[in-house]
C-alpha cells in the first residue's frame, strides 16, 4: 500500500487532464483483469461487465487553470477548496514538468485568492486554460502518511492495492472516474448504464481538528432525505459493529466528515466509505496506515457479505 500511494501521489491527474494516472492504474491491473474505457476517460476494471456490486472512486485532484497574463503573472482559476493563504509561494506544476510559484501581486497582507498569480521559474510560458496542480510531494513519518494530494490519491491506491491483493469476485466492478469534480452527479454519470445492485462510492473526507490521529475513524451513518431499504441498512449496522472500527449514529445536518454514508437513490443502493484524512489548516493532508488497514479489512467484509 505504501509504495502504491507513493507512487501514485507523483501522478499529475488535473482536471480533465488524468491520462497519466490512468495509465498508471491499467498496467498495474492489465495482466490480472479484463479493462475497459469511456469517452470521458473513466476506467473500468471487472471480470464480469454485469456485476452486482460496482465500486466507483475519482482519479483528478483539485488542480487550477491558466486564465490570463498580467505584468509577467499568470492569473489562474481554481477548482478545489484552496484558500489564498494556503497557496502563497507554494510552487506549481504543469503537465509538460514547467514549474511555477504562487504569489502574491497586490499590496495586501491578506490577499484574497484573485490577487494571487504564478510566476514561472522557467522560460516556457504556459497557455490560456493550461491546468496545473501544487507540485506533489510525499513524506513519511512512523506510521503517517503525509502529502499535498492525499485527498485524490488515497482512494485510488486503496482501491488499486485492494485489486492487487484480493481476488475480484465475478459480482464485483471498480470504475475509476475522471472530471469529478466537474460534475456534480459525476459518480453516477460513469455507472448510468450500468445494471449493478449496489454502488459502493470510495472517497476521502477530512476530519475534525482535534481528532487524535493514529485513533482511527469514526462512522456516521445517515440517511439525508431517502428511505433506505431497511434489510440493506441493517446488514451494513451489522457488518459495522462486527468490525474494529469505533462505531456511533450522528445527526443527519453533521457534514463535518463522514467515513460511511448510506443512502438510496431511486432503487439503486448507495454505500459510501471515506477514507479519513487528518490536517490542520495546512496544504498537507495526512493518513495513518491504521485507518488504512482497518478500512480495508471492512471494506472486505462489506464485500464478502452484502
Known sequence: MEKILKEITYKFGALGDENEII???KNKVVKNFRITDDVLGNLYVYKNKSARISVLTPVDEASFFIAGEQKGFFRFKIIGDYSAIQLVDRIVLFKDRKRGIIRNISEKDSPELSDLGVEMLDSKKPGIGEPFIIEPSFYKRKDLFLSTNLDSRAGVAFALNFLLKNKLSHSLKFIFLCQTRMR???YYIAGREEKSEIYIILRTSPCKDG????RGPVINIFSRNYVLPVDFKNKILEILKKSRLKFQLKAEEDFS???VYLKSSG????????IPLKYHKNIYKKISKKDILILNSLFENFIKKL
Not at 432503487?267 to 471515506?274: A, F, G, M, Q, R
Request: hydrophobic fraction near 35%; avoid cysteine; proline fraction near 5%.
Open 184 to 186: 456534480e452527479k459525476s
Open 257 to 259: 466528515y463522514f467515513p
Open 23 to 25: 495509465e498508471y492504474i
Open 211 to 214: 481528532i487524535e490521529i493514529g
Open 267 to 274: 432503487t439503486k443502493k448507495v454505500l459510501e466509505i471515506s
